[in-house]
């Protein structure tokens, strides 16, 4: 038997992978998210829904866009990743439709949809001009969708090609392609979720350009998980200056940022799993959590402008280990199911996992260098019933990790 989170987002029974339509609108931060609300496994994909006032205390609302069913009763789509936006008033969802295998008209086609709600995301009416944008593509999906000055910026995924597709649109129903992106460092597996926005450098006047982008494969501890680029957007093409490692932990996927923030904020959750075992890890009738959600900033450092993650204000007051890790002295967790150390000598924090019954790939070591003038290296640690999250650097160093004790 799983305990629930305390802490972090989990849906009250199904299953539950990539954080959608992130927006605050009229005082509530809104929480969509990939959702089967019939079993603990992926199949028939909705989106869920739930609100917080605070960041901290989340109220879960009936599924927000299901499935369009045929005649019969039986689903004829797969309602994917997307956005949502706040138009004249109206939440506005962009998501991508998945036609069926068993579609006969256009099977497994992956197209841009959307759909307006003008209760506050309680309920929801599908456009009909849908499909909004349609590439032909079975691969094109995750719409991450934003203001950008007078118009509608799009950042998508053609995902086996690994690109991101931009575009613009005057009224979310019109789309023109600005350009596309790659790179060819990142080639072992299919490209998810991107999300391309703004975001200023700490101490200064100036502001960058941050692209997110999940990966099924390669990521540093195996399996999925997510790269972040820096660089310059001249309306039309983004163009890079580094890049790095969003999460150096094995369980941090698919995370996004809210739309509309108050107070200029980018504010980030993400999938609190890895795709190399998300299907079998422990359920109590519901499997899959969110990530805590992180406010993002940008700090100049000798190698370029590297991205900086603090778990939002609103969780302060919120249980958590403010710590120094000094060698020979580990940080045991769980029981000791996860371990934090520092090796002064090579100057490396080591998180250690230990293995699961339920995988042979749950079992992780993470080394990331962490240099420590005083001997010791300075962290926060927010530890819930099932999860690590480990905060070093000043944030500019994270590490996510399920934990399942025995």
Sequence with gaps: MTKR????????????????????????????????????????????HAVSKDLVTWDERPVAIRQDLD?????????????????????????????LPSTPERPGLQTQHLARSADGGETWVKDDHNPVLDRGSSDFRDPKVIRDGQRWLMAAVEAVDRKVVLYASDDLRHWHLLSEFGDPSLDAGPWECPDLFPLRVEGSDRERW????????????????????????????????????????RDCYAAVTWNGAPDGRRVMIGWLDNWDYAHVTPSSGWRGAMTLPRDLSLVDTDSG??????????????????????????????????????????????????????????????????????????????????????????????????????
């Design 5 to 48: 989170p305390r802490l972090h987002f989990a849906a009250r029974r199904g299953w539950i992978n990539d954080p959608n339509g992130l927006v605050h609108h009229e005082g509530r931060w809104h929480l969509f998210f990939q959702h089967n609300p019939h079993g603990d496994h992926w199949a028939d994909m909705s989106w869920g």
């Design 71 to 99: 005649l019969d009763g039986d689903p004829v789509e797969y309602v994917f990743s997307g956005s949502a936006v706040v138009d004249g008033g109206d939440l506005v969802a962009i998501y991508t439709s998945v036609s």
């Design 210 to 249: 941050v692209l997110l982008v999940s990966v099924l494969l390669g990521a540093p501890g195996g399996g999925s998980g997510m790269r972040y680029w820096v660089g310059d957007f001249d309306g039309t093409t983004f163009t890079p200056e580094r890049s790095d490692w969003l999460d150096l932990g």
């Design 305 to 406: 402008p590297v991205l900086r993650q603090t778990v939002s204000p609103e969780l302060a007051d919120c249980d958590h280990l403010d710590v120094v890790v000094r060698p020979g002295e580990p940080l045991s967790l769980h029981g000791g199911a996860l371990t934090i150390s520092y090796e002064d000598a090579a100057g490396e924090l080591v998180v250690e996992r230990a293995g699961s019954e339920f995988s042979e790939k749950f079992a992780a070591t993470s080394r990331v260098a962490l240099p420590a003038p005083d001997g010791g290296a300075r962290m926060q640690v927010w530890v819930d019933t099932c999860s690590v999250e480990v905060f070093a650097d000043d944030g500019r160093l994270v590490l996510t990790f399920l934990v399942f004790p025995h």
